[in-house]
């Protein structure tokens, strides 16, 4: 699988460059971005969005390469290519302290295992995407130089995280412990927890919307991140159907960007 991802990136890459040839020149964004990431984990079932559906604050910096110049002129000829699709490199931060089992209720031996465990995830991702604008990008941005304009888009792209996820029994570490985890529920103890830390390439897709105002832009978007893994949040149960599937995330962002010569 990530020989398969390598190849689509370098693929990817040799397109954009390839398609880009006709540009006098590139042009280039830089921005800041905040959200919420909403991370679905073996907490809970897909059911138990309380448990399953774990959120916390992603900050992240974007870079954006525009394939017509900041000074574009009509007559130097462009592309579809180029007046509707930008490259996006991105890297996030997510740090999740406080993973739980809040949609388990009841009383007994086993709830009260649930009750005291606890997931912590630190994720730092890299993403190379690929963006595209419903209007021209010519149109929108620094050619004319307007302000209050607005450009939806959508994107795909491949991402490569480094994971570090840590389960806690009464805010102490299984770390360094041996299996069996008597400590936990009888589905975890054996087998079940992977508290390494993991390199996971991911999918991405999302949608959102560009505003043009004075001196930057504006950007909201939302993303769905599809993890080619199971042991993102350090659980991982094949034998149980409950818990089947990689594990995933949804972004929704906000971001501030810079546009080098609008202005």
């Not at 390598?6 to 006098?24: D, E, G, M, P, Y």
């Not at 795909?156 to 936990?184: A, R």
Request: glycine residues 10%; contains cysteine.
């Amino acid at each position: 699988m990530r020989k398969l991802l390598l190849k689509l990136c370098i693929v990817f890459l040799f397109f954009v460059f390839t398609n880009s040839r006709a540009q006098t020149s590139f042009s280039h964004e830089v921005g800041v971005n905040l959200g919420i990431a909403s991370f679905q984990t073996d907490f809970g079932l897909s059911t138990e969005f309380e448990s399953a559906n774990q959120a916390n604050l992603s900050y992240g910096l974007s870079y954006y390469l525009k394939f017509f110049g900041s000074q574009y002129n009509w007559r130097s000829g462009s592309s579809f290519f180029s007046e509707h699709f930008k490259v996006r490199v991105d890297f996030s931060y997510t740090n999740n302290t406080n993973v739980n089992n809040d949609a388990i209720e009841g009383t007994g031996p086993n709830y009260d295992k649930l009750e005291a465990m606890k997931g912590q995830i630190k994720l730092y991702n890299l993403g190379l995407g690929l963006e595209y604008y419903i209007l021209k990008l010519e149109d929108y941005s620094s050619f004319y130089k307007t302000s209050g304009s607005i450009n939806p888009f959508i994107s795909l792209g491949l991402g490569y995280s480094h994971s570090q996820p840590d389960i806690l029994v009464n805010d102490v570490s299984l770390k360094g412990g041996g299996e069996p985890y008597d400590q936990l529920i009888d589905k975890w103890q054996t087998g079940a927890v992977h508290l390494d830390a993991e390199n996971i390439f991911s999918g991405t897709a999302g949608a959102g919307v560009r505003f043009g105002l004075e001196m930057l832009d504006f950007s909201v978007e939302a993303r769905y991140v599809y993890y080619f893994s199971d042991v993102v949040d350090g659980l991982d149960q094949p034998l149980d159907p409950a818990n089947k599937g990689n594990d995933s995330m949804v972004l929704f962002n906000v971001g501030v960007i810079y546009v080098f010569g609008k202005y």
